[in-house]
């Protein structure tokens, strides 16, 4: 299969922790990354090789895998985290990247 | 830190080829790979294809061969074709630095996005 799977709209109140999943057939072989996307803006890398953080981003932000699914977790989420997050792949038959339909975050 | 910025027309027309191109800045292009995606308006992030340092290339099947990405090392540069537009390929065109492509692929860098649009 050639698909991510995200669920469209996740909320979570201040400061509490959030789970975003994203399924796939390829996220068996294959470990995901994650963006976050502002209103506007360009998205930026959070998560890579399933739980690997780039330099500047809070640990308040993990990543985790099981089987077909991967998960980005925010742990005391604020309000500034509120956003559009997109997992992202590569299909487990060869060349085409792929990304999941996004989760739109609400921080209520 | 390496800096990408898209440049090109915000504006083309059916049928006729959209060109952008992507400045490197910052850092080496070479031993990287580079890669477009875009986003329609409202909608979800859809990766394009890239370009080795070597110049080899990939691309969505989805485009049905219209997408054309180059390398122009001496300019740190990287272009985008894609031919043959509709009204279906008015998106905001993102250019990106790809990681370890062949394994657990990431995009580290990205440029700030220049939205295209495709009307008469």
């Known amino acids: 299969s050639s698909e991510l799977t995200q669920d469209p709209a996740v909320s979570v109140a201040l400061g509490q922790t959030v789970r975003i999943t994203c399924q796939g057939d390829s996220l068996r072989n294959i470990y995901a990354s994650w963006y976050q996307q502002k209103p506007g803006q360009a998205p930026i890398l959070v998560i890579y090789r399933k739980d690997n953080r780039p330099s500047g981003i809070p640990d308040r932000f993990s990543g985790s895998g099981s089987g077909n699914t991967a998960s980005l977790t925010i742990a005391g989420a604020q309000a500034e985290d509120e956003a559009d997050y997109y997992c992202?792949?590569?299909?487990?038959?060869?060349?085409?990247?792929?990304f999941g339909g996004g989760t739109k975050l609400t921080v209520l | 830190q390496v800096q990408l910025q898209e440049s090109g027309p915000g504006l083309v027309k059916p049928s006729e080829t959209l060109s952008l191109t992507c400045t490197v800045s910052?850092?080496?292009?070479?031993?990287?790979?580079w890669s477009w995606i875009r986003q329609p308006p409202g909608r979800g992030l859809e990766w394009i294809g890239y370009v080795y340092h070597s110049g080899s290339t990939n691309s969505n099947p989805s485009l049905k061969s219209r997408a054309t990405i180059s390398l122009d090392t001496s300019r740190s540069q990287f272009s985008l074709k894609l031919s043959s537009v509709t009204a279906a390929d008015t998106a905001v065109y993102f250019c990106?630095?790809?990681?370890?492509?062949?394994?657990?692929?990431?995009?580290?860098?990205w440029g700030q996005g220049t939205l295209v649009t495709v009307s008469s």
């Open positions: 990106a630095r790809l990681r370890a492509a062949m394994a657990d692929p990431y995009f580290d860098n």
């Open positions: 992202n792949s590569r299909d487990s038959s060869g060349d085409l990247l792929l």
């Open positions: 910052g850092g080496a292009i070479s031993g990287y790979y």
